[in-house]
């Protein structure tokens, strides 16, 4: 399983890490640490160090209940960044964490590889056609409402069931796009209560029927430090045993905050594999 960054085939039957970094001031874990040039050039440096492949940047906080950001502040924030990175990094695939057809176009014209849009084309309409004419590889993941009132429709009879005509839906109308490198993302936290983000994990692998690639986002996420009674920032021991069990059930890339940790995950998991 492959998806094509810039003519580039990355090889998907290797899980890959992909780093995140947060150009905004409000994200649950990280937000606000990357103020300076300095700051981001030194955290990207060490993620492609540790192994990471892909960086995802995100301009708008979709943590619940996040406050609204204009699209001008969203393209104020992430553009410069972007030019920044690929100055002194032109080689790495940037992923743009973002549900703006303008800011995903922007983005894109700017030298990133891939739009990672929580709502799967579904808070703009005209998303999945710009997606189509960027020809990029494309996240989609599942979300009902907003990242501001989505804790408000974690209703379901069957969640997973829901999910899979959820993302049924969404790739049938990219596929009559010509969107050719498509990839699912539970959102897990997103529209969720704790157990139902457990129960979607432990039926993580039923997911493969659609037959493309799963990211998983769970890093530092409050399924993990509610759980375990403590905060984000000491939820990396939960997320690593958490990793391990995604990457057993078929996942293809880790978002994450700590990349040398998903990476030694994926090596440990490889080495498993091969015997």
């Not at 695939?93 to 891939?114: C, E, M, N, W």
């Amino acid at each position: 399983m492959t998806i094509n960054c810039k003519g580039n085939l990355i090889d998907l039957s290797v899980p890959k890490v992909m780093g995140i970094l947060n150009a905004t001031p409000d994200s649950f874990y990280d937000g606000g640490k990357y103020k300076s040039e300095i700051a981001i050039l030194n955290q990207v440096e060490k993620m492609i160090t540790e192994g990471a492949t892909f960086i995802d940047i995100g301009a708008y906080s979709s943590k619940p209940g996040a406050e609204f950001v204009s699209e001008e502040e969203e393209l104020n924030r992430l553009l410069p960044v972007i030019d920044l990175i690929l100055s002194k990094f032109p080689e790495i695939l940037l992923s743009i964490d973002t549900f703006r057809s303008k800011v995903a176009k922007q983005a894109i014209l700017h030298g990133a590889s891939l739009i990672n849009d929580i709502s799967a084309g579904l808070l703009d309409d005209k998303m999945l056609e710009t997606v189509a004419s960027l020809q990029v590889p494309y996240v989609m993941m599942h979300m009902k409402g907003t990242p501001k009132t989505m804790q408000g429709f974690a209703h379901y009879e069957n969640i997973c069931k829901e999910m899979m005509f959820y993302f049924s839906e969404r790739m049938e109308k990219a596929r009559q796009l010509n969107i050719n490198d498509l990839i699912i993302d539970p959102g897990f936290g997103f529209a969720k209560t704790l157990d139902q983000n457990y129960e979607i994990m432990k039926y993580l692998n039923y997911f493969h029927f659609l037959e493309l690639p799963i990211l998983v986002g769970i890093s530092r996420k409050s399924m993990l430090y509610k759980l375990l009674d403590t905060q984000p920032e000491q939820a990396l021991n939960g997320t690593t045993a958490l990793h391990m069990i995604a990457l057993q059930k078929g996942t293809s890339i880790l978002r994450v905050h700590d990349v040398k940790e998903a990476v030694e995950c994926v090596t440990i998991f490889e080495k498993l594999k091969n015997f």
